[in-house]
């Protein structure tokens, strides 16, 4: 599991986001129970993620964040990244975001994306 420490905060609210690869909704449960093995992870508000298999399935859970699962849906179609699952981590900080929640979600995704093409 790869990881990328809280790169963003917005009132309150911290935001983190990892990446491993998957190629099955099996695969994808047991990356999110070893991410979850964290005691910061396991005590976050939302962890929000998605998967493009190359089978043609799309995965994704939105964990109480509703449509944030879909956002990281369409960014890995645009990138056409497959087999690579996202998860996008919130620990809310008490102030309600509305819709910059998406925003944050979407700035997460592109600095793991950026951090893979490195």
């Given at each position: 599991?790869?990881?990328?420490?809280?790169?963003?905060?917005?009132?309150?609210?911290?935001?983190?986001?990892?990446?491993?690869?998957?190629?099955?909704?099996?695969?994808?449960?047991?990356?999110?129970?070893?991410?979850?093995?964290a005691k910061s992870y396991a005590k976050a508000t939302h962890n929000t993620w998605a998967a493009v298999l190359?089978?043609?399935?799309?995965?994704?859970?939105?964990?109480?964040?509703?449509?944030?699962?879909?956002?990281?849906?369409?960014?890995?179609?645009?990138?056409?990244?497959?087999?690579?699952?996202?998860?996008?981590?919130?620990?809310?900080?008490?102030?309600?975001l509305w819709g910059d929640r998406f925003r944050h979600v979407q700035s997460c995704v592109r600095q793991y994306?950026?951090?893979?093409?490195?």
């Amino acid at each position: 599991m790869r990881q990328l420490r809280v790169i963003l905060t917005d009132r309150g609210s911290k935001y983190a986001v990892s990446g491993v690869l998957v190629d099955s909704r099996d695969a994808a449960k047991v990356g999110l129970k070893t991410l979850k093995r964290a005691k910061s992870y396991a005590k976050a508000t939302h962890n929000t993620w998605a998967a493009v298999l190359s089978d043609g399935q799309i995965l994704k859970n939105d964990d109480g964040e509703a449509g944030a699962g879909m956002v990281i849906v369409r960014m890995l179609q645009r990138q056409q990244l497959e087999d690579h699952m996202i998860e996008v981590t919130r620990w809310f900080g008490c102030t309600h975001l509305w819709g910059d929640r998406f925003r944050h979600v979407q700035s997460c995704v592109r600095q793991y994306i950026a951090a893979l093409e490195v």
